[in-house]
Nanobody, 115 residues
Framework: QVQLVESGGGLVQAGGSLRLSCVVS????????IGWYRQAPGNLRELVSE???????NYADSVKGRFTISRDDDKNMGYLQMNNLKPEDTAVYYC?????????WGQGTQVTVSS
């Protein structure tokens, strides 16, 4: 019954910016860690960034300094601000949220960065 829906993906030129959003609904438990992952064709799904309920944050080396993760627990939202996008960032981006002992995935949103 817990559902995650990502939005904000799209087509952008290299050097541009996008802001991804993830809304979590249906959870009767507190939301723990929220993470953003991405998967390009032929590749494994990889961690982009994660923020815990306590505010601890980590980033993949490839996005450090360009991406910023945040959350708004009053709105049950997670965000990923992506600046200075590169063609290598092209992928489907997925939101992952932990609630209790479980975790859930969103359906993904496509991010395409052109040269």
């Amino acid at each position: 019954q817990v559902q995650l829906v990502e939005s904000g993906g799209g087509l952008v030129q290299a050097g541009g910016s996008l802001r991804l959003s993830c809304v979590v609904s249906g959870s009767t438990l507190r939301i723990g860690a929220i993470g953003w992952y991405r998967q390009a064709p032929g590749n494994l799904r990889e961690l982009v960034s994660e923020i815990t309920s306590g505010g601890s944050i980590n980033y993949a080396d490839s996005v450090k300094g360009r991406f910023t993760i945040s959350r708004d627990d009053d709105k049950n939202m997670g965000y990923l601000q992506m600046n200075n996008l590169k063609p290598e960032d092209t992928a489907v981006y997925y939101c992952k949220a932990h609630t209790g002992w479980r975790y859930y995935w969103g359906q993904g949103t496509q991010v395409t960065v052109s040269s």
